[in-house]
């Protein structure tokens, strides 16, 4: 009874490092997606994934790039983080029908001094 | 510029009120609408949904309303418990499929 598992929950960068966010999700879902989440601002789309092999840009995508590994597996990936990254991360899944009713993980605060 | 606003960035009610929760859009080409409920050191989960066709969707104590010539939605509790202290985002569908989320409003509910 997992549904999105994401990893790590908490993360402290310095600027210029890199990293990789790791998703999860067992219910068998085509689309996983990446946001990010910070104050006053609501929940951006960063990537997202319509079906294994295929990714697309989102509305904030500059600055990360991602795999889908497979089915199951979607990563975000920080190259060369910096200040302006330090936010809270959600993964998120959907099935093909209802594909607006996403199923979250719980989070990665990522701090990038 | 926020094609999708939460004006209220928080919003306190004493336990058995109502609760109002607005999101205002700019954009008609959104044709379905959605409201998530965050919990601290949570993700988002779904909460009630309505389809522009229609002007109002209840599940039990939640109820929301869809204005479309006003583009304007809201989600009322009633009534409020304590439980219902959360952070609310509407998120609204356009015509590629994907969500745009408000910048959400944190609810207390007050015992």
């Known amino acids: 009874n997992a549904g999105v598992t994401q990893t790590p929950k908490f993360q402290v960068l310095k600027t210029g490092q890199s990293m990789t966010l790791q998703c999860a999700q067992d219910?068998?879902?085509?689309?996983m997606y990446w946001y990010r989440q910070d104050p006053g601002m609501g929940l951006r789309l960063i990537y997202y994934s319509a079906s294994e092999g295929t990714t697309d840009k989102g509305e904030v995508p500059n600055g990360y790039n991602v795999s889908r590994l497979n089915k199951r597996e979607f990563s975000l990936r920080l190259e060369s983080a910096a200040p302006s990254q330090t936010s809270v991360y959600f993964c998120?899944?959907?099935?093909?029908?209802?594909?607006?009713?996403?199923?979250f993980g719980s989070g990665t605060q990522l701090s990038v001094l | 510029d926020q094609q999708v606003k939460q004006n209220s960035p928080s919003l306190s009610v004493q336990e058995g009120r109502i609760s109002i929760l607005n999101c205002d859009y700019t954009?008609?080409?959104?044709?379905?609408f959605l409201w998530y409920k965050k919990y601290p050191a949570e993700g988002p989960t779904f909460l009630i949904s309505i389809s522009s066709i229609k002007d109002k969707n209840e599940d039990g104590r939640f109820t929301v309303f869809l204005n479309k010539s006003a583009k304007h939605l809201s989600l009322h509790i009633v009534p409020s418990q304590p439980g219902d202290s959360a952070v609310y985002f509407c998120a609204l569908r356009n015509a590629g499929n994907m969500l745009t989320f408000g910048g959400g409003t944190r609810l207390m509910v007050k015992p």
């Open positions: 998120a899944s959907s099935g093909d029908r209802g594909r607006e009713k996403l199923f």
């Open positions: 954009n008609s080409m959104f044709d379905y």
């Open positions: 219910m068998n879902h085509n689309s």
